[in-house]
C-alpha cells in the first residue's frame, strides 16, 4: 500500500530499554522484508533483512519477526542508545511479476532514545 | 567501498523549468533505483533500471524519467516543475535479487 507521512507514530524510550517497532505490510504475496534506519539529512541505511520462508532473523542487537498469517513485520532493538534515535521503516517487495525490484514503505515510526 | 553518490545535494528551481539529478551506484551493482521521499506521501518508488533498462516504473506522470549508462550510472529528469515535485529523491543500488537496497543520501529538490 501507498505509506502515508503525516502524523508519524512515535517510540520513545530510555536508554538501555529494549524497543520494539511495528509494521502492518500490506501485500500478501510479498516474499521479502527489510528495515531501514533514517536519521536527519541522510538516507534510509539498510538494518536488516528478512525472507518469506523465515519468521525471525538476528542480528547485531537487532532482531525481526515476520508473521505472515497477519501480515506483521517487528523490529526489536536490544539495549538501546541514544545513537539509535532515528525514524525507522519497513519495506516489502515481491520479486515475481511487475513488482520486480520495487520496494514499498510503511509509513516510518519515529523512535526516540532518552539519556 | 565507497556508498551511493548522489549530485547535487541541493537545488531551488522554478516551475516549469527542467532538473537532472545524478546517481553512481556501488561499485559492482547494477540495478539502481529512484525514490520520492516526501512529508505527504512518504517514500514512493519512481523507477529501477538494470542493464540500462528500465524495469519497472511507479504511478508519477511521464515528466519524471531516467536513464542508466552502462556503467551503471544514472540520471534522473522532471519536466516542466511543478511546486509538489519539491521532495527528497533518493537514489538506491543493489547488487542481485533478495539483496538490500543501499541509498545515497539524496538530493533535496525545491521548487519556488
Known amino acids: 500500500g501507498e505509506s502515508v507521512g503525516l502524523h508519524l507514530p512515535t517510540l520513545s524510550v530510555q536508554e538501555g530499554d529494549n524497543s520494539i517497532i511495528n509494521c502492518a505490510y500490506s501485500n500478501s504475496a510479498s516474499d521479502y522484508f527489510i528495515w531501514y534506519k533514517q536519521e536527519s539529512g541522510k538516507g534510509p541505511q539498510f538494518i536488516i533483512d528478512?525472507?518469506?520462508?523465515?519468521d525471525k532473523r538476528q542480528g547485531q542487537r537487532v532482531t525481526v519477526l515476520l508473521n505472515k498469517t497477519v501480515k506483521h513485520l517487528s523490529l526489536q532493538i536490544a539495549a538501546t542508545q541514544p545513537g539509535d534515535s532515528a525514524v525507522y521503516f519497513c519495506a516489502e517487495t515481491y520479486s515475481g511479476g511487475t513488482s520486480y525490484g520495487k520496494l514499498t514503505f510503511g509509513q516510518g515510526t519515529i523512535l526516540t532514545v532518552h539519556p | 567501498k565507497a556508498g551511493v553518490t548522489q549530485t547535487p545535494r541541493y537545488l531551488i528551481k522554478t516551475r516549469g523549468q527542467q532538473v537532472t539529478l545524478s546517481c553512481s551506484p556501488i561499485s559492482g551493482h547494477r540495478s539502481v533505483s529512484w525514490y520520492q521521499q516526501t512529508p505527504g506521501q512518504g517514500l514512493q518508488f519512481l523507477f529501477e533500471?538494470?542493464?540500462?533498462?528500465?524495469?519497472n516504473k511507479g504511478n508519477f506522470p511521464g515528466r519524471f524519467s531516467g536513464r542508466q549508462f552502462s556503467n551503471s550510472r544514472s540520471e534522473m529528469n522532471v519536466s516542466t516543475l511543478e511546486l509538489g515535485d519539491s521532495a527528497l529523491y533518493l537514489c538506491?543500488?543493489?547488487?542481485?535479487?533478495?539483496?538490500?537496497?543501499?541509498f545515497g543520501n539524496g538530493t533535496r529538490l525545491t521548487v519556488t
Open positions: 528478512i525472507r518469506s520462508n523465515m
Open positions: 538506491a543500488s543493489r547488487s542481485v535479487v533478495h539483496s538490500p537496497l543501499h
Open positions: 533500471y538494470f542493464s540500462e533498462t528500465q524495469r
